[in-house]
């Protein structure tokens, strides 16, 4: 060690005993000034790794958030890791160090997608199983249906899933979560019927708002318009079948879900 890394050494050994002296003594006067003391607490006391692990947290979503652009723009395949560390900067070694390949990265994304849709419909079952909720949850699927995160998941997972079967099952998932999760909804309002036709029903309830929606954005044939009267013709819908408006009307039921008081909007 050079003299001058011998002469820094000693006197931070000398300003830590300085710092102990004067934490323990009652009269507190030491030859070390107020602001030294001060730079070495704080020096000693700050958590070293809290943020490393934000950074790392905020160059972890900078990935995603870049991958996500750019699958949506370019599609899966046409994507490169070069592409996305361009557009947020740094290294290849600096997206392995998150995640062990492109694929990894994708099923991160699709997973981040599956969270938001089952939280957002855990909300709403969580408010109830009235009129109320059961609306409420209808519109936030749609809402979420029809965003332009999803749609893009979408397009890209029929425009890739030939070449890239994995990606198919990824996707399989969100799907499966999200048609859990409106069972769980709908189930209350269904005491009409038991069994396997809860079920079927939830199921329809499931298709209508998100499959049907989703398909009319693919192929361009919707609008506010058209989603609007979709929500208040679900509801209205799922009102022959349920205890919505007060008790349920089961024999209006074993026939509603065929014979709807109102023809549903085509898309």
Partial sequence: MGRQGTERSTRAVRLDAQLTNWECSPVKEQQVSTSEINTRRHRRELPKAAPRSKDRTFRR?????????LFHEKGFAATTIDDIIERIGGSRG??????????????????????RFSKTLDDAFAMGADDMALEEATQKLLDLAQSEDAIGLLRMVIAERQKYPQI???????????????????????????????DFLAEMFFAIVVADTQMAFLTGTADDQL???????????????TNLSGEPNCSRAKTGLFSPSKTAPSV
Avoid at 61 to 69: F, K
Avoid at 179 to 192: F, G, N, S, Y
Wanted: aromatic share 8%; glycine share 6%.
């Fill in 94 to 115: 600096t997206l392995y160090i998150y995640f062990g390949s492109k694929l990894e990265l994708f099923e991160t994304i699709v997973r981040e997608e599956a969270d």
């Fill in 227 to 241: 989603a609007q009267e979709r929500g208040r013709w679900i509801t209205r819908h799922l009102a022959t079948l």
């Fill in 168 to 198: 198919g099952n990824i996707y399989q998932m969100v799907v499966s979560r999200v048609k859990e999760a409106a069972r769980r909804i709908v189930r209350p309002h269904l005491r009409c019927v038991t069994g396997e036709a809860q």
């Fill in 61 to 69: 979503s900078r990935l995603i958030d870049a991958a996500r652009g």
